[in-house]
Each structure stands twice: as structure tokens, then as C-alpha cells.
């Protein structure tokens, strides 16, 4: 079970992906098709953006939701992971780390059981 999840946003969750998950080969795939993944680009060694992908997909809609109320769970991993990043990047982008967690989690849970 995790955190913040409750039976409303469990049923929001598989009418979105379904209970198979057989179109995706791994975690990353999966959150890549979520909008959760940031980009990494970097070339003679100047970093550029790395935002995520703009998309007003559902699933990261509710996932985005799910996280903000998994943080505020006591004694969680996800709490003690958002404020370890909050205090380096903000609430906002840790926030969405959080939810690119949460999407890997539930890739395993729904497929793997």
C-alpha cells in the first residue's frame, strides 16, 4: 500500500493505465508516458533545461495529487525524500520527483503484484 493513495484515487489510478501494464517494458517507460521524466541535456559539458514533458495527461494530474498527500504522512520515505529535495530544487520540482517515484512504485505493484 502507499501512502496518500486512498480507494478514490486507486480507482482514478487503474481506470487510467488499466491492471495489465503489458504496453510498457519497464518503470521508466511507464513514467516517461506519464509526463513525469525530466530531460538530461548536455553536450561539451554545458548542462541545458531539463524539464519535463508539457502535457495535461490525467494519470499525472492525479499523481501530482496522490504526492502532495504522501508527504504529508508521517514517518514515510516520501516525506523525508521531498523535504531532502525541496531544500535543493523547491517545492514545486520536488514535488514532481516525488510523483515520478510514486509512478515507479505503482508500475511494479500493478504489474509485478
Known sequence: ???????RNAQMIIS????????FADAAL??????????NN??????RSGKTAVQKHPFKTILVEVA??????????FKDKYYRLK???GAKKAIVAIAH???KVMFHMIKYG
Open 68 to 77: 502532495w498527500a504522501t508527504v504529508k504522512t508521517k514517518g514515510s520515505y
Open 42 to 47: 548536455e553536450s561539451a559539458g554545458k548542462r
Open 101 to 103: 517515484r510514486l509512478a
Open 1 to 7: 500500500m502507499v501512502p496518500g493513495v486512498g480507494p
Open 30 to 39: 511507464f513514467a516517461n508516458w506519464a509526463g513525469l521524466c525530466p530531460g
Open 16 to 23: 487510467e493505465v488499466g491492471y495489465r501494464l503489458d504496453s
Open 87 to 89: 531544500s535543493r530544487r
